[in-house]
């Protein structure tokens, strides 16, 4: 860091001398990691590249359709641009999917019909699907449960991997189960994010079982990780957000759901109604910009990585406990920090809130958010409402009060946005 640099954060935010040594031993301590991502990167770049060439992607694409929406060029080849890098048969990319949960729910109610059972593999899903599923504690209106859909879940092994053993004889068990669904994100939980290969490991002995059970993939948060996708090792169908990853902090809504094209199908008749599907649905102009997120991705994506990988190194010698640790091979954009103390927890959200582009000037407070059962605090000054791969925290008032910090449109800003948080929470 040059020493002008320096004088600019001590003079601007305050930032202390102590503080000042931590990120200096932590970016020296994250270079090996940094090279890693970004090898991923340059091959996740030319797989998007390639799929926009093959697809032959023109101005003409970027259209401006309304009313019904009927043949709109645009919106069908985004469709299958996405297909080729799921490497699927079909996708559904729509900007009325109005955030991931959303979309995966779509997939749920699109393919679960009465007497069905939905078999959750990796504990209680995140918390905005509590009430898609019938869950929650409340009346739960139009819920899964609602229609009489079944659900059940399976705990995670104490080192965070999927009880492989317990979901073969629950499977064997019940007839009845139609979906597995596997969270790749951690969520709100203190666990690692699965790996690729782990979720392929399941998905074979799964399969082999029974070919016909749906493996559904929330791959929120997840995409472009790895060389990998859930889809290339098996899955029947994955969803996500599109202003998560792989909007690439362009899209400004949307969200995707990409597999098998029956699956698919199905779930774009809950997008819409059965008989339209993805036939139909104007896109307002809106379609130069999730081409140009989805070309920028794979970069935005590492730059975020980096901004975790950096966040856990720094707290860890800041005597935090970290997950994942800084050396961690990831499957999420997602770093957890525990504090165990309310306040700390508040002052680093705040942190973060402060070191934003925008809204910079606002304190951060926790408050009642629409489908969470704990009051939540979320900095999140970013371009584009809600948008997680923008830099944000935020944290469910509980103990033992984790703060969950993601994003990052570049590693040079995020890394400052850290350095304020941390500053607040120690002095």
Known sequence: MLDITKELLIKNYKISENVIDLYEKAIEDVKNEFKFYDEIREFNQLKVLHAFQSENISDSHFTNSSGYGYGDMGRDALDRVYAKIFNTEAAIVRPHFVNGTHAIGAALFGNLRPGDTMLSICGTPYDTLHNIIGISGQDSIGSLREYNINYKQIELTTEGNIDIDLVKSTINQDKSIKIIHIQRSTGYGWRKSLLIEDIKKSIDVIKNINEDLIIFVDNCYGEFLDIYEPTDVGADLV?????????????????????????????????????????????????????????????????????????????????????????????????????????????????????????????????????????????????????????????????????????????????????????????
């Open 239 to 427: 969803a996500g957000s599109l202003i998560k990853n792989i909007g690439g902090g362009i899209a400004p809504t949307g969200g995707y759901i990409a597999g098998k094209k029956e699956y698919v199908e199905q779930a774009a008749y809950r997008l819409t109604i059965p008989g339209i599907g993805g036939e139909c649905g104007s896109t307002f102009g809106v379609m130069r910009l999730l081409f140009q997120g989805l070309f920028l991705a794979p970069h935005i994506t590492m730059e975020a990585v980096k901004s975790a990988i950096f966040c856990s190194r720094i707290m860890e010698l800041a005597g935090f406990e970290v997950l994942p640790k800084f050396t961690d091979k990831r499957s999420d954009i997602i770093q957890a920090i525990k504090f165990n103390d309310k306040e700390k927890l508040i002052k680093f959200c705040k942190g973060i809130q402060k070191g934003s582009p925008i809204d910079s000037f606002v304190e951060c407070e926790p408050w009642d958010m629409p489908g969470y059962k704990d009051q939540v605090i979320m900095a999140a000054g970013a371009f584009i409402q809600g948008s997680s791969i923008e830099l944000s925290a935020d944290a469910p008032i509980r103990e033992p009060y984790i703060a969950y910090l993601q994003g990052g449109l570049t590693f040079d800003h995020a890394k400052i946005g850290v350095l304020i948080a941390l500053s607040k929470v120690l002095n």
